[in-house]
């Protein structure tokens, strides 16, 4: 059995911890060290710096090689020499305020993962573009009126969910709400902007089938999940155009992405002016988490050479 030693700053995200299930169905043994934090406060310097000890304390014979989740989790696997690293770039850790450490850090590890070709055209070396999978058959089309039902939303007022937290600037909620009211006011009518973030992850395919449309309205994303989950559901996506978000919107009719404020209230206008059949789930077939956790696979593999690839499978 292959073992790895994953290093991650948010043990808790669904995205990781749906990586973390993919893995372990191909017979991956992980085991995970988060970053230590201090209560809801920002990690600091101090506590990247116990992170050190903490890794350095928890590499054993038995592992295999190290899996560092996040830029700023690659300098305490390097910091062990005994096993190979793999370095998993997300977007905010190489295009935010520590995208010099990233960059630097991806020059000394065996293998490096990133969500998106606009990502690693940032890295001057190769790396492996693999978007985070997606749980499709939790994320699934189910019927609209349904879903709202089940919410308590009304059934017939045009609805537009916002994924995050409208407190983190970067994904621009007040753009959100510029484009959802102008949107209303070419329609005659109100349009509600749902944000729906801290809710179980179990329970985002409802809100996503209840909504007419997912608005997303970043400054920059390396590969949303969210977008490629409400197309799993079917649900049209208004986009800014960040990311692979347009790779993941071409060739679909009514879904849209770009950086123009007025596209992106018409685009949203004719969703909920027509009210069209749904689409996008084809879209991403490619993008299933068994498919990534294969990827990701490949590229321990490519990190540990035959020996350990052949005990890997043994």
């Known amino acids: 059995m292959l073992e790895v030693l994953m290093l991650v700053t948010n043990e808790r995200a669904p995205f990781f911890e749906q990586q973390i299930r993919g893995l372990e169905r191909l017979g991956v043994d992980c085991t995970i060290v988060p970053v230590p934090q201090d209560g809801d406060a920002r990690r600091s310097i101090t506590d990247y710096v116990k992170f050190?000890?903490?890794?350095?304390?928890?590499?054993?014979?038995?592992?295999?090689?190290?899996?560092?989740?996040?830029?700023?989790?690659?300098?305490?696997?390097?910091?062990?020499?005994?096993?190979?690293?793999?370095?998993?770039?997300?977007?905010?850790?190489?295009?935010?305020?520590f995208a010099d450490v990233s960059r630097w850090c991806a020059r000394h590890c065996s293998e490096v993962i990133v969500m998106s070709a606009d990502m690693a055209s940032?890295?001057?070396?190769?790396?492996?573009?693999?978007?985070?999978?997606?749980?499709?058959?939790?994320?699934?089309?189910m019927d609209q009126?349904?879903?709202?039902?089940?919410?308590?939303?009304?059934?017939?007022?045009?609805?537009?969910l916002f994924p995050y937290d409208p407190e983190r600037a970067v994904k621009n909620h007040d753009l959100a709400a510029e484009i959802v009211a102008a949107a209303g006011q070419q329609l005659g009518e109100p349009v509600s902007l749902e944000v729906v973030t801290g809710v179980d992850h179990d329970a985002v395919p409802t809100y996503m089938n209840a909504a007419d449309a997912l608005l997303l309205t970043s400054d920059r994303e390396g590969s949303p999940n969210v977008v490629k989950e409400a197309l799993s559901c079917n649900v049209p996506v208004v986009a800014t155009n960040v990311g692979d978000v347009a790779e993941h919107l071409s060739?679909?009719?009514?879904?849209?992405?770009?950086?123009?404020?007025?596209?992106?209230?018409?685009?949203?206008?004719?969703?909920?002016?027509?009210?069209?059949?749904?689409?996008?789930?084809?879209?991403?077939?490619?993008?299933?988490?068994e498919t990534?956790?294969?990827?990701?696979?490949d590229v321990y593999e490519s990190a540990l050479g035959t020996r350990e690839v052949s005990r890997a499978h043994a």
Request: hydrophobic residues 40%; proline residues 8%; negative net charge.
């Open 292 to 297: 990534s956790s294969r990827q990701i696979l």
């Open 52 to 97: 050190y000890g903490s890794v350095l304390c928890r590499v054993p014979e038995s592992i295999d090689l190290v899996h560092a989740n996040y830029g700023l989790t690659a300098p305490a696997a390097l910091a062990q020499p005994r096993r190979p690293v793999v370095l998993s770039l997300w977007g905010s850790d190489l295009m935010g305020e």
């Open 122 to 141: 940032r890295l001057d070396r190769p790396s492996h573009v693999i978007p985070h999978g997606i749980d499709r058959e939790r994320f699934a089309p």
């Open 251 to 289: 060739g679909l009719e009514y879904s849209t992405a770009d950086d123009e404020r007025a596209t992106l209230i018409d685009a949203l206008v004719s969703i909920l002016d027509d009210r069209p059949v749904r689409e996008g789930r084809d879209s991403v077939d490619s993008l299933s988490l």
């Open 145 to 160: 009126a349904a879903a709202r039902a089940e919410l308590g939303w009304p059934r017939d007022r045009p609805t537009v």
